[in-house]
């Protein structure tokens, strides 16, 4: 049987691996597993890290959605609120208009009445300008100067109290 070992590099190669293995096995065991493990602490590391950014990422943007949603609730509110403060505008401005047109129209009529009565007035004074003049033709044409006279003041008398 020796003498098969000595001749068959097949047996020898396999036990020379064999022998490798256990070397490697009892020598390089401690380096492999620390570096083994240092790679899984490293992992470990970056898998809590990208963990704890991934949460703080979610929280962030659970925030910016709260602050979204309170944004557009305040913006709805905001339009809400010009709308209102537009028809209380415009109503006012309404209000505004048909009180100014009221207020015209009221002074329209008072300016129509003030012009009517002094049409009136300008007409009663030139009827009594008229009068006078009328009166005092006819009063000179047959009447002495003293009696014109007489009468004159007595018509202008007359006058007078109707005017007033």
């Known amino acids: 049987m020796m003498e098969i070992l000595q001749h068959n590099t097949t047996v020898w190669v396999g036990i020379s691996f064999v022998i490798f293995v256990a070397l ?15 790679k899984i602490v490293e992992i470990r590391s970056e898998i809590e890290t ?24 305040a913006a709805a509110q ?50 009594a300008d008229l009068a006078v003049k009328a009166t005092r033709e006819i009063v000179q044409k047959t009447l002495d100067e003293k009696a014109s006279t007489k009468l004159l003041d007595q018509a202008i008398n007359s006058v007078a109290k109707y005017l007033n």
């Open 24 to 38: 490697a096995v009892k020598f390089g065991a401690k380096g492999v597993t620390a570096a083994l493990d240092k």
């Open 78 to 127: 905001i339009i809400d609120q010009a709308k209102a403060s537009a028809k209380a505008v415009q109503a006012q401005a309404e209000a505004d208009l048909t009180e100014t047109m009221a207020r015209r129209e009221a002074q329209l009529t008072e300016r129509l009445k003030r012009i009517e009565e002094k049409a009136i007035a300008d007409i009663q004074n030139h009827a």
């Open 50 to 73: 990208a963990e704890r950014l991934k949460k703080e990422a979610q929280e962030l943007l659970a925030e910016f959605q709260t602050k979204q949603r309170d944004a557009e609730k």
